[in-house]
């Protein structure tokens, strides 16, 4: 559910096929393709305009499916209160209807937030005959492990958060929730619940099922032999991977690489492209990484960029400058900056 960190898609056949609001493909399959307008003012209508119309006459027979394709429709189209009527009507009778008005409870779409309410419809859906949910099952399960991390709409559990996520991961199947296993790895790199080969193993498994944030978090494991043998070849073939898909926490782990080989030149060129980073919401929405790693990553480029201004190192020396991204790196992230002078003072860097 978006606001709070929870996968909002609705990963069905279906869905898959009508993400972009110009194409609804789906919606044009039911009816057969290239069907051509039957009036005047079919023809003046936009693909969606039509394909709406063409669903309410179909709604009338209250066929379930169809239902779904409208609400969907209207979410899509940012018409929160008339899906939310159709999802409501179908709920009973349709696992994807009932998970998206959870999602739509969560985040206060077409109706006020109702976490509670939100928690307990995605329990729900995994209580649900499994034939008829398909992989929303393992999204729900990881919407819930969410929640109970955060404690939102039930109280905050570690272990509940844990057991749901494990469901959710299925031993690493691939049409399970590939977020849950790489939540797992996270969640196994906690101080309070640290178990660093099982984090590896979850990493390795989601990252192998292409979680960009896993492929990150596997280079740097590799890197400083976290939960596995220390592999500097490896992590940096993970680390170069996932910067090329833009794994900002990668790229900024690339610039300590290179800083620490006195590759300086690199690591400067490197830290100058991550600091010209500006949005991050949007960078976290075209990779579906959390938003928190990439301003990590944004903060150890800005610390490691003034670094090298301050010594003069790839860049002409600037002792102004320096401390002019010294002090956005500290704003951006407290804790890593703290790190970071520690490494200084020790003779680290």
């Known amino acids: 559910m978006k606001g709070k960190g929870m996968n909002s898609g609705c990963n069905t056949e279906a869905l898959e096929e009508h993400r972009s609001a110009h194409g609804f493909r789906a919606i044009a399959d039911v009816y057969g393709k290239g069907k051509k307008p039957t009036s005047s003012e079919d023809s003046l209508a936009t693909p969606v305009e039509r394909d709406e119309r063409l669903l309410k006459v179909k709604a009338e027979a209250r066929d379930k499916h169809t239902l779904f394709l409208l609400g969907q429709l209207h979410y899509e189209q940012g018409r929160y209160f008339e899906a939310l009527e159709v999802f409501d009507a179908i709920k009973d009778h349709d696992p994807r209807a009932l998970f998206q008005l959870a999602i739509m409870y969560y985040d206060g779409l077409g109706t006020a937030m109702d976490l509670p309410r939100a928690v307990d419809y995605m329990k729900s859906v995994f209580q649900w005959n499994v034939s008829e949910t398909g992989s929303i099952r393992y999204t729900a399960l990881y919407n819930i492990g969410r929640a109970y991390l955060e404690g939102y709409g039930v109280p905050q559990s570690s272990t509940e958060a844990e057991s749901h996520w494990l469901l959710a991961a299925d031993n690493g199947n691939p049409n399970a ?173």
């Open 177 to 349: 929730s590939v977020k849950a296993q790489s939540s797992l790895g996270m969640f196994y790199s906690r101080r309070e619940t640290k178990d660093l080969e099982r984090a590896f193993f979850w990493h390795s498994e989601a990252c192998g099922n292409g979680s960009l944030e896993s492929q990150a978090a596997l280079g740097i494991m590799y890197l400083y032999g976290l939960g596995i043998h220390q592999d500097p070849k490896s992590a940096v073939e993970c680390l170069k991977e996932a910067s090329e898909r833009g794994n900002v926490y990668a790229q900024a782990h690339l610039v300590a690489y290179y800083y620490h080989r006195k590759l300086y030149t690199n690591t400067a060129a490197l830290a100058q492209r991550i600091i010209s980073y500006n949005d991050i919401a949007a960078i976290a929405r075209v990779t579906d990484c959390l938003p928190e790693y990439i301003i990590k990553g944004m903060a150890i480029a800005l610390f490691y960029y003034g670094r090298c201004l301050h010594l003069g190192k790839g860049v002409l020396q600037s002792k102004d400058e320096a401390r002019h991204y010294f002090t956005k790196a500290a704003q951006l992230n407290p804790e890593v900056c703290q790190d970071l002078q520690m490494d200084i003072i020790l003779g680290k860097m």
